[in-house]
């Protein structure tokens, strides 16, 4: 029977179950997510979803869910310096 789990933190998961199932893909693999979970510089709570049969992942996924009035600050983790010109374009990556 499976199981889901949910973790708030990456390093909740086991690096070897987690990398089993990314493959070859650097920004799902476990070191990219837990650099980016240290390293983050706007408020994001993340949710690693994971299915688990006897013992071992057979499937994950990855949610972030972002604090209140954070939108800027995921413009700014996304455009960097460029921030500032994005904002007079009415550019955003913020979804309503």
């Not at 650097?26 to 994001?44: A, Q």
């Amino acid at each position: 029977m499976c199981q889901i789990k949910i973790y708030n933190s990456i390093t909740g998961v086991r690096k070897e179950s987690w990398d089993l199932l990314t493959e070859d893909n650097v920004y799902m693999c476990y070191e990219w997510l837990k650099t980016f979970e240290e390293t983050t510089i706007f408020p994001l709570q993340p949710y690693y979803i994971t299915v688990i049969d006897q013992e071992k992942i057979i499937g994950a996924s990855v949610c972030y869910f972002e604090q209140r009035n954070a939108s800027k600050n995921i413009d700014r983790a996304l455009l960097g310096r460029l921030n500032k010109y994005g904002w007079m374009k009415k550019l955003s990556f913020y979804l309503l």
